[in-house]
T-cell receptor, first 112, second 111 residues
Framework: NAGVTQTPKFQVLKTGQSMTLQCAQD?????MSWYRQDPGMGLRLIHY???????DQGEVPNGYNVSRSTTEDFPLRLLSAAPSQTSVYFC???????????FGPGTRLLVL | GNSVTQMEGPVTLSEEAFLTINCTYT??????LFWYVQYPGEGLQLLLK?????DKGSNKGFEATYRKETTSFHLEKGSVQVSDSAVYFC??????????FGKGTKLTVNP
């Protein structure tokens, strides 16, 4: 099993550019989520999904969009990147909200 | 709301030293408590968990006991190794709420 995969591993953007961070899982998990990790801040929830077609906002959703057209994929979109979005982004999945979450390896994003 | 407070790092120890990383929490209801570990360049992995008061979670020589009376879930290991160098996150989940993470504690173990 590949588990949770994320691409790219590293990306540099200029302010105002758009991009999509990809996340996929092959465990047939219903629950998927995106976090950002910043020094001294721990992990903060951006968006999450409890199943295909259902998404909701987390703690820090501004500047990010998500969609969940399939169980496997949960892409995170930055429509107009800002330097404040420089961070490491982690995708996670679990069978249900209450069960153990499995994390991807992360995407390191630098916005200049 | 729910929150987790863990000791600030970084923590630097010599190999075979005793480790304690403190974690206290505030939560409504009866939360489940977790410790996650993040090795350099990797994502988070669940290290151990406890789902009710007085439960002890353990894995890879690490232990943590769910103490309801002190609202704590301190992580301990009797003899750390260089390979334990990582960032450790305490987390909780209460009912149908999402996971809430502490800010993380970076541990460096020197040979």
């Amino acid at each position: 099993n590949a588990g949770v995969t994320q691409t790219p591993k590293f990306q540099v953007l200029k302010t105002g550019q758009s991009m999509t961070l990809q996340c996929a899982q092959d465990m047939n998990h219903e629950y998927m989520s995106w976090y950002r990790q910043d020094p001294g801040m721990g992990l903060r929830l951006i968006h999450y999904s409890v199943g295909a077609g259902i998404t909701d906002q987390g703690e820090v959703p501004n500047g990010y969009n998500v969609s969940r057209s399939t169980t496997e994929d949960f892409p995170l979109r930055l429509l107009s990147a800002a330097p404040s979005q420089t961070s490491v982004y982690f995708c996670a999945s679990s069978r249900t909200l209450q069960e153990t979450q499995y994390f991807g390896p992360g995407t390191r994003l630098l916005v200049l | 709301g729910n929150s987790v407070t863990q000791m600030e790092g970084p923590v630097t120890l010599s190999e075979e030293a005793f480790l304690t990383i403190n974690c206290t929490y505030t939560a409504t209801g009866y939360p489940s408590l977790f410790w996650y570990v993040q090795y350099p360049g990797e994502g988070l992995q669940l290290l151990l968990k406890a789902t009710k008061a007085d439960d002890k979670g353990s894995n890879k020589g690490f232990e943590a006991t769910y103490r309801k009376e002190t609202t704590s879930f301190h992580l301990e290991k009797g003899s750390v190794q260089v390979s334990d160098s990582a960032v450790y996150f305490c987390a909780l989940r209460s009912g149908s709420e999402k996971l809430v993470f502490g800010k993380g504690t970076k541990l460096t173990v020197n040979p």
